[in-house]
């Protein structure tokens, strides 16, 4: 079983990161209907594929467990872990901040902690995309990683959790120009953390791939700030899950709920679809097609 299969196995409909971006995606416009599979199968046919096709089941094993996408997974779960010196803030504070209406007036200039943290999930994603569909483009990368429902859920939390609700005051501004704010963050401090931890390889494909991003992903802030004032709609359905949750022996401590592991949940997700559409186009881990 490789890595990605591992992660994917650990999630349950329980958990509180799944319930909270469960409801997440419920609210945002154009999101993907959010299904939750323990397994490569429900990956393949979660991307139109039949997972009782052996034959591609067998490359989509084989992809999952490259270097290259064993690699990815290590930066999603990282991206997690503040403890590793790459994550200083996670996104999923902010969305329950704004459901507990404790959000404060923030900005780029007051907050720039979380605006590196911004920086760093960008590069996250973008290093996922290039190891995920590697030999491509970064237009192609972005392209690729926007077909998969997966891909598209790490676009939309992105906008809305990592950039749209700590940043509503700038989003006023319009997609672009905030992207073009995060991506400074992403060349400067936020590239200097990744290089710490993961070497200047690393960086430079994050960097390369950032190249595809910017258009499209301009369009996904700009949706960020029309949806956010429908968020609170699903706060009844989920937040009361959430404060059961925490306060259970077996739960997250309240305390911890801005350390909860959403990127490890998108990341192998995300992984898993890539895999499972390549293996569909018949590539092998070798870059033969079948």
Do not use: H
Not at 150 to 178: H, K, M, T, W
Request: glycine share 12%; hydrophobic share 45%; charged share 20%.
């Amino acid at each position: 079983m490789s890595k990605v299969e591992a992660a994917l196995a650990t999630w349950r409909e329980s958990d509180v990161s799944v319930k909270v971006l469960s409801g997440l995606f419920s609210v945002l416009p154009q999101a993907p209907p959010f299904r939750l599979y323990p397994n490569l199968e429900g990956a393949i046919a979660r991307v139109g594929g039949d997972a009782a096709g052996y034959d591609a089941f067998g490359r989509a094993r084989a992809l999952a467990a490259t270097p290259e996408v064993e690699k990815a997974l290590w930066v999603a779960e990282t991206l997690d872990k503040a403890d590793a010196g790459l994550a200083v803030y996670a996104g999923l504070k902010n969305v329950l901040s704004f459901f507990g209406g404790g959000r404060s007036k923030r900005t780029f200039e007051s907050d720039p902690q979380q605006a590196v943290d911004a920086g760093l999930k960008l590069l996250g994603l973008a290093y996922m995309s290039a190891q995920a569909f590697p030999g491509r483009s970064p237009q192609e990368q972005f392209q690729a990683v926007m077909a998969l429902p997966a891909g598209q859920e790490a676009l939309y939390y992105f906008a809305a959790a990592e950039v749209g609700l700590p940043f509503a005051d700038n989003l006023v501004e319009g997609g672009a120009r905030v992207l073009g704010r995060v991506t400074g963050y992403a060349r400067g401090d936020a590239g200097r953390k990744l290089s710490q931890l993961g070497g200047g390889s690393m960086l430079s494909q994050a960097l390369g791939s950032l190249e595809g991003f910017a258009g499209p992903l301009a369009n996904y802030l700009d949706g960020a700030r029309g949806a956010i004032g429908n968020l609170p709609r699903m706060a009844s359905r989920v937040l009361p899950s959430v404060a059961n949750l925490a306060d259970s022996a077996t739960g997250a401590a309240a305390g911890a709920l801005d350390a909860l592991p959403v990127w490890s949940f998108l990341g192998p997700r995300l992984l898993a679809e890539a895999c499972a559409s390549r293996a569909r186009a018949g590539e092998s881990p070798a870059g033969a097609r079948s």
